[in-house]
């Protein structure tokens, strides 16, 4: 028995050995995979269950009716979108495994996918090593984006360095403010947040007082006193939606009556927002910003939603659909169109890279245009802003900027 | 019986780079990356009988220390895995150390508190782990030599699974995988014994956070990215469940556990609508029919076919 075991595991280890050295041996064709005469393969990725499915399920839809009506329409080029979608999980390794199936096993032409940003940016080394372009569907993905590589493409939504820039900038023109209440995370994504507030700030002449706090805070009390005391025009809030609420309770509490101005990470329902600061009460003076061109369900990006109801009409039927984030699906879509369209009749991967990298085009969905660049691979830093006082939404007149570049 | 098995299992191991992609490729370097997880939780809890829930962190030391000594110090991957088990225990023993004085419940809310903790200071450490915006990792070396894919790393994951096994096996086997053992039965009679609690204890803790730490390390041979959402309580519990479905005090169990549910769990990602209530009712079932897990349950039906 012993001498089986020995032999065993003589020969178990020589053969991985010699498996070792095979597997370097080994190596990939290069030939443009993912594309015949009639047919484009591009697979999707997106969470589609579990806690995060609200970031992308829809989202995914939205992309996937866009190539459905691209396909209606001839395709591109008389080749038809095939659309292989995997569920990501919004999780790292699984993200992951299904970018690695869908190029390895399903051979996919380019990949459109991520709607969390963490997660994405795990695929980075791998879609860069494979040259695969990778062109994200409403993940922010700064992590990914910045320094720029040929081969990813995305904020579509907005990049995470324009959100306060944004609202720095629509706190100056709206209501002429010289001092603002800025508070962040104390993570990477305030820090992102911050570089871009002060770049506006600072061509705007407006002084930023700023705190910045944990995700997880549960007493605000002490930053929103700091914040008062240095006596500004408006409070801008930066942070996810708990400190958020917080803050605007707190604010509200301590007969706070400046504007108070919350980011597009701050909510992503305004009813349940209401609900958690207490009431109408807290917010009569109180501005949203958003990255779509126009309200939700306003005239400007109606026909997406009516788009949504046609292809989906048991979905949309459903009380929670379409999802928040449905519409920023669109402009990831058509980047991909235009591109493909551009790169002409015999596209190949670094065609279509070319042509992604040349976009400037307005989606018609988001409050600014889809623009790259040489050095530019986040494609909106545009935002709009929403009066709510807990029942009606107003629109905002004007579309607010961040100046802020990368300086790699 | 078992040899046939296990000479199946070679041979599929051995094979597998050669008719599959780099996709099954990766998904076989994760499972073993887990298999090895699930021996260093096998240790503490299915040996030791101690509640230890901060295993996630243990292996995020491992990958940041295997990480980073390569990436910055050009280490040689055998000696950054390690480095990356070493860390672990050292941090295991110190926790342990203070931790291990509480039993039960208590011991499982404190090894709780240090994981949530570990993964709070991942999260902003970050001129060290990069903080929200991850770390990236140069490609694992040796002699020069770069694991650039999945297939490249897949014979040094493999090899490495295989000697954190055998060590498993002779822990197991050695007087103080006994004494573990006689700990988890009783602790007052193990004291008895003669056999020294404390140290015993703080032996498996540490022992389970090396092996943590290992896995960590095989983790950066075919990942060049990480980030601390990967390493919170959720995975964690993703590893107590493998390890539990395959059978609680088992090492065939622990790394049955880890490929079985590893593979379940992969392969309802292609059914998103309904993969949780799929997932929860595998979980139920086994709870209700196989309590021992996995293995224990398929040993005793072949028991009972074999004699009638």
Same mark, same amino acid.
């Given at each position: 028995?012993?001498?089986t075991?020995r032999t065993?595991?003589?020969?178990g280890?020589?053969?991985?050995? %010699? ?7 080994a ?16 697979g $999707?990725?997106a969470?589609l269950s579990?806690?995060?499915?609200a ?5 995914a ?13 001839g ?5 038809? *979108? ?7 999980r ?12 869908l190029?390895?096993? =399903?051979q996919v ?5 991520g ?6 940016v795990?695929?980075?080394e791998y ?6 372009p ?7 993905g700064d ?6 590589t040929?081969? *990813?493409?995305?904020a579509?939504?907005i990049?995470?360095y ?8 629509f706190a ?6 010289k ?16 570089e ?12 930023l007082?700023v705190?910045?706090? %944990?995700?997880?805070?549960?007493d ?6 700091k914040?008062?005391?240095?006596n ?6 930066v ?6 609420a917080?803050?605007?309770k ?8 400046k504007?108070i ?10 009813s ?11 917010l ?5 910003q =958003?990255?779509l ?30 999802q ?16 493909l369209?551009?790169?002409?009749p015999?596209p190949?991967?670094e065609?279509?890279?070319?042509e ?5 085009f ?6 600014g ?7 530019e ?7 709009i802003?929403i009066k709510?006082?807990?029942k009606?939404?107003t629109?905002m007149?004007?579309?607010f ?8 | 019986?078992? *040899?046939?098995a296990?000479l ?6 051995v ?6 992609t ?9 499972l073993?990356?887990?298999?090895v ?8 809890i ?5 509640f ?6 243990f292996y ?10 390569g ?9 950054? $895995?390690?480095l990356?088990?070493?860390a ?6 110190? *926790? ?5 004085r ?5 011991l499982a809310?404190a ?9 709070w ?5 970050n001129?060290v ?23 490249h790393a ?9 000697i954190?096994l055998?060590?498993?096996i002779?822990?197991?086997?050695a007087r103080?995988?006994?004494?573990f053992r ?5 602790e007052?009679?193990?004291?008895a014994?003669?056999i020294p ?19 960590g390390?095989m983790?950066?041979?075919? %990942? ?9 309580f ?7 469940t ?24 992969e ?28 293995f ?10 074999r004699?009638?």
């Amino acid at each position: 028995m012993t001498m089986t075991r020995r032999t065993l595991a003589r020969a178990g280890l020589t053969t991985l050995a %010699s498996l070792g050295f095979a597997a370097f041996a080994a190596s990939a064709s290069a030939q443009e995979p993912g594309l015949t005469p009639t047919s484009i393969k591009i697979g $999707m990725f997106a969470p589609l269950s579990g806690a995060n499915m609200a970031y992308g399920f829809d989202v995914a839809n939205a992309a996937k009716m866009y190539f459905d009506k691209i396909n209606k329409e001839g395709g591109i080029h008389g080749r038809k *979108i095939e659309v292989v979608l995997e569920d990501d999980r919004c999780n790292a390794n699984d993200l992951v495994a299904a970018v690695k199936k869908l190029v390895e096993q =399903d051979q996919v032409f380019l990949l459109n996918g991520g709607s969390c940003s963490a997660a994405v940016v795990a695929a980075k080394e791998y879609v860069v090593r494979s040259k695969v372009p990778l062109v994200m569907l409403n993940a922010s993905g700064d992590g990914a984006l910045y320094p720029p590589t040929d081969y *990813i493409f995305g904020a579509f939504s907005i990049s995470q360095y324009a959100v306060g820039g944004a609202m720095v900038d629509f706190a100056a023109k709206a209501f002429g403010a010289k001092k603002l209440a800025y508070i962040n995370h104390d993570d990477a994504y305030g820090a992102w947040n911050l570089e871009g507030s002060k770049a506006d700030a600072e061509t705007l002449k407006v002084d930023l007082a700023v705190e910045s706090v %944990s995700p997880t805070i549960n007493d605000v009390t002490a930053p929103f006193l700091k914040l008062r005391a240095s006596n500004p025009d408006a409070l801008l809030i930066v942070t996810y939606a708990r400190p958020a609420a917080l803050l605007i309770k707190k604010a509200a509490e301590m007969g706070f009556n400046k504007p108070i101005i919350l980011s597009v990470t701050g909510t992503a329902n305004l009813s349940q927002l209401t609900a958690n600061v207490g009431g109408e009460a807290a917010l009569k003076n109180f501005y949203v910003q =958003d990255v779509l061109a126009d309200l939700p369900g306003g005239p400007k990006i109606k026909w997406v939603y009516d788009m949504y109801k046609a292809s989906y009409p048991d979905l949309a039927a459903k009380p929670d659909h379409p999802q928040s984030y449905m519409p920023y699906g669109i402009p990831s879509a058509m980047s991909i169109v235009k591109a493909l369209q551009a790169a002409g009749p015999n596209p190949t991967r670094e065609k279509v890279i070319e042509e992604m990298k040349k976009l400037n085009f307005d989606s018609g969905v988001m409050a600014g245009p889809v623009v790259f660049g040489p050095n530019e691979r986040a494609a909106n830093k545009a935002t709009i802003f929403i009066k709510f006082d807990g029942k009606n939404q107003t629109l905002m007149p004007g579309v607010f900027t961040s100046r802020w570049k990368y300086k790699g | 019986m078992r *040899i046939i098995a296990l000479l199946g299992a070679l041979a599929l191991l051995v094979a597998l780079p050669f008719f599959t992609t780099g996709y099954v490729v990766y998904l076989a370097n994760l499972l073993l990356t887990f298999t090895v997880l699930c021996l260093g939780m096998h240790i503490v809890i299915g040996e030791a009988g101690q509640f230890s829930l901060a295993h996630a962190a243990f292996y995020g030391i491992g990958i940041y220390v295997a990480g980073i000594s390569g990436t910055h110090f050009g280490t040689p991957f055998p000696v950054s $895995m390690l480095l990356g088990g070493v860390a672990a225990a050292l941090v295991g023993l110190v *926790i342990g150390t203070v931790a291990l004085r509480m039993r039960d419940i208590y011991l499982a809310l404190a090894t709780f508190a240090f994981g949530e903790a570990m993964q709070w200071v991942f999260l902003n450490w970050n001129a060290v782990t990069g903080g929200p915006n991850g770390l990236r990792i140069a490609p694992a070396q040796l002699f020069g030599l770069e694991l650039v894919t999945d297939k490249h790393a897949y014979p040094f994951v493999v090899i490495s699974a295989f000697i954190m096994l055998g060590l498993t096996i002779l822990i197991s086997r050695a007087r103080i995988g006994r004494s573990f053992r006689a700990l988890r039965e009783s602790e007052v009679a193990a004291q008895a014994m003669g056999i020294p609690v404390q140290r015993a204890k703080l032996a498996a803790f540490g022992l389970s956070a090396f092996f943590a730490g290992v896995a960590g390390g095989m983790f950066t041979l075919f %990942s060049t990215y990480i980030h601390p959402d990967s390493l919170g309580f959720s995975t964690t519990i993703l590893v107590l469940t493998m390890v539990v479905v395959g059978g609680l005090g088992s090492i065939g169990g622990a790394v049955g556990g880890a490929i079985v549910f590893g593979l379940i769990s992969e392969l309802l990602r292609q059914a998103p609508s309904w993969q949780e209530i799929a997932y929860g009712t595998i979980l139920v079932l086994f709870m209700m029919y196989a309590p021992k897990g996995l293995f224990a349950f398929l040993s005793d039906r072949m028991g009972r076919l074999r004699h009638g």
